[in-house]
């Protein structure tokens, strides 16, 4: 007897059964795609969730800054991996205001996140990507960024400065 | 011998089938005449089969860590046995696929060779192009230096400009909230397993589908697709008229293909693969990452816009060229295919072509970047090497006006030229321009001192075609 798939001439199941045959085999195909994409999928956007310890790094001395200079500041990342090597590492530009007043600005421009370099004699940073101009407050002089230079947390610990580690800032 | 060879294959052949289906494949009838112009598509796909091998065997030594890929790709491109060529084999190879995929689109395009029945093989090769694209960005990000790792940061900024999932997206390409350890991971596995695996499977449903629908025949003047006639007509042509694809139309693509595989080769070997950059530190600030060439261009769409379109244009413009792109064969999959009778068709293609080409000269010139080299003007340059002109040319370097404005042929271009701006401008115009700023320029007031300004405006004053 011919049968509806493909010319075949065996006794065909009934409608009824082949109908429910291949429910039950698309729901178990899909059950078994589930099972393996769910630790997949988590595992791929395992990083998006992960947390995020902020830890506050030490970057000198109060004395190692002169009240009115910006200065680059490195420090390392608060939890890298055992592999990330020198990626690790990261910087700010840090501006003694006053005695006891500290300002830490994220080097990324706001924007495209380019490092902006700090040009001690003009007193401006400057972005090598696009032009754009902040003034030693942060506050966009001139060109395409959107808003003003992100700033750390940054503190006086026991005659330390200490900056707090954060996130790349992201628009 | 001969006779076990035979009856191997025979067995072969008896137990898969498989040289007759390739046989078949090989030998099916393809249009006459269908000439140099339909080479570009199988020289893409030799191009990415180079780009396939060759990267399989960079994978062997490159070690996909953030703390060591540097070092081990320092050791392929100085230490390992044909590493420098390898590497400079993957880099052309990938420069050739991106540009062979746009000469076979702009071909297909051209000879309309998109529409009715192939509009579906269109949309597998816009997926392919964008994909290309994507494995040129990841491929860059992979030689994980002081470029890569500002580029990683610029992506991911792009990303982030996306309404409510932006920060989301961000993180996703960051693998974190940082550039750090799982970084470079990601992308590995982006450019090495999950865009090929996808490139792979477009690639054979491209594949089937040009043998499904035949290579299209050249376009003929006066002979519009009528989708309701144009399959009887195809199978008229080729059973009548048409010639084994191998080797009587292949042979061109074999020609092509070895001149592209020689190009590669040639290039590789005398220009090498490009120069590493300095470490992948985060904290080394000097350096102004760009896109390598075929994505330089859009890095000048970005410089060179207003500076509010910003958003609209990272978020908008892929997303308009994908529609425009798909829209295509839906818009138009019927009519005339040649040319000739489409001029608005060429005319896009020679905008496209010209708009690229001048965003990617301009991108290559940077004017809109600071030149922090810029050293101080000469005394010749000066006119002078006394007085508060000298000092007014030493604050024009020192203040960063020099990075900006150039004055004969020393300084950036980022501003307008100040060579003569002394015949231009009065001293009060310069001295408005200079405590106010502009667009692109930061008010100088409250930076300079009284006499500083006045020696500043000196100089520029002296800036005259005739002193």
């Not at chain 2, 932006?166 to 940082?178: E, I, M, P, Q």
């Not at chain 2, 054979?204 to 399959?231: C, M, N, Q, W």
């Not at chain 2, 960063?400 to 307008?416: A, D, N, T, V």
Request: net charge neutral; with cysteine.
């Amino acid at each position: 007897m011919a049968t509806e798939a493909g010319g075949a001439t065996g006794e065909a199941l009934s409608p009824e059964r082949r109908a429910f045959l291949t429910k039950i085999s698309l729901l178990l195909v899909g059950a078994a795609s589930l099972l393996v994409a769910v630790p997949i999928i988590g595992f791929i956007i395992g990083p998006i969730i992960r947390r995020f310890p902020a830890i506050w790094r030490p970057v000198g001395r109060v004395e190692d800054f002169k009240i009115g200079q910006t200065v680059k500041v490195d420090f390392r990342d608060p939890s890298p991996l055992a592999w990330a090597g020198v990626t690790a590492e990261t910087a700010a530009w840090l501006r003694r205001v006053s005695e006891n007043e500290f300002i830490a600005f994220a080097m990324n421009c706001t924007h495209l996140g380019c490092p902006v370099r700090w040009l001690a004699e003009a007193e401006l940073f400057m972005c090598p990507c696009h032009g754009g101009v902040y003034y030693s407050d942060g506050r966009v002089a001139g060109g395409p960024p959107p808003r003003a230079l992100f700033r750390y947390p940054v503190r006086v610990n026991g005659g330390v400065v200490e900056i707090q580690t954060s996130a790349i800032p992201i628009g | 011998m001969r006779n076990l060879l035979k009856r191997l294959i025979d067995a072969f052949e008896e137990r898969t089938g498989l040289i007759k289906i390739m046989s078949d494949i090989a030998r099916h009838p393809v249009p006459p005449d269908t000439g140099w112009w339909y080479v570009f598509g199988s020289a893409t796909l030799v191009a990415f089969m180079i780009q396939v091998a060759t990267g399989v065997a960079l994978a062997t030594a490159y070690v996909s860590s953030s703390g060591n890929a540097y070092d081990s790709l320092q050791f392929i491109t100085t230490k390992a046995l044909m590493g420098n060529l390898l590497r400079g084999m993957h880099y052309f190879g990938a420069s050739a696929m991106v540009l062979l995929v746009g000469i076979h689109m702009g071909q297909v395009f051209l000879m309309g060779c998109y529409k009715y029945p192939r509009e579906f093989n269109w949309f597998t090769g816009v997926v392919l192009l964008f994909l290309t694209l994507a494995m040129g960005f990841t491929g860059q990000l992979l030689r994980w230096d002081q470029n890569a790792v500002w580029s990683v940061v610029v992506g991911a900024e792009q990303a982030g400009r996306t309404p409510v999932i932006g920060d989301v997206l961000a993180r996703f390409l960051l693998a974190g909230k940082t550039i750090g350890g799982a970084t470079l991971s990601r992308f590995f596995a982006f450019h090495v397993f999950f865009i090929p695996a996808i490139i792979f499977g477009f690639i054979g449903i491209h594949l089937f589908l040009v043998l499904h629908d035949g290579i299209s025949e050249p376009p003929k003047s006066g002979e519009p697709v009528d989708p309701a006639t144009y399959r009887s007509k195809y199978e008229k042509l080729v059973s009548e008229k048409g010639v084994p694809f191998w080797p009587d139309a292949a042979w061109r693509d074999v020609v092509f293909c070895f001149a592209v595989v020689v190009a590669i080769f040639v290039l590789a070997l005398v220009f090498g693969p490009p120069k590493l950059d300095n470490p992948p530190n985060p904290s080394l600030l000097a350096r102004d990452p760009a896109p390598d060439w075929y994505l330089l261009w859009y890095f000048a769409v970005l410089a060179l816009i207003p500076h509010k379109l910003t958003t609209p244009v990272i978020l908008l413009a892929p997303l308009t060229a994908v529609i425009v792109l798909i829209l295509v064969p839906i818009v138009s999959n019927r009519g005339e295919r040649h040319p000739r009778n489409r001029p608005w068709a060429v005319a896009s293609v020679i905008i496209i072509v010209m708009m690229i080409g001048t965003l990617w000269v301009e991108a290559i010139r940077e004017p809109w970047s600071p030149d922090f080299e810029a050293q101080p003007l000469p005394t010749g340059v000066i006119g002078t090497n006394e007085g508060p002109v000298v000092e007014g040319a030493r604050l024009f370097h020192e203040k960063g006006c020099e990075f900006c404005h150039e004055i004969e042929g020393f300084g950036g271009r980022r501003g307008p030229s100040l060579t003569w701006v002394g015949d231009r401008l009065t001293r009060a115009d310069l001295t408005v321009r200079i405590m106010n700023g502009g667009y692109n320029m930061p008010a100088f007031a409250g930076l300079l001192t009284e006499q500083q300004l006045n020696d500043l405006v000196g100089f520029l004053e002296s800036r005259r075609k005739e002193r």
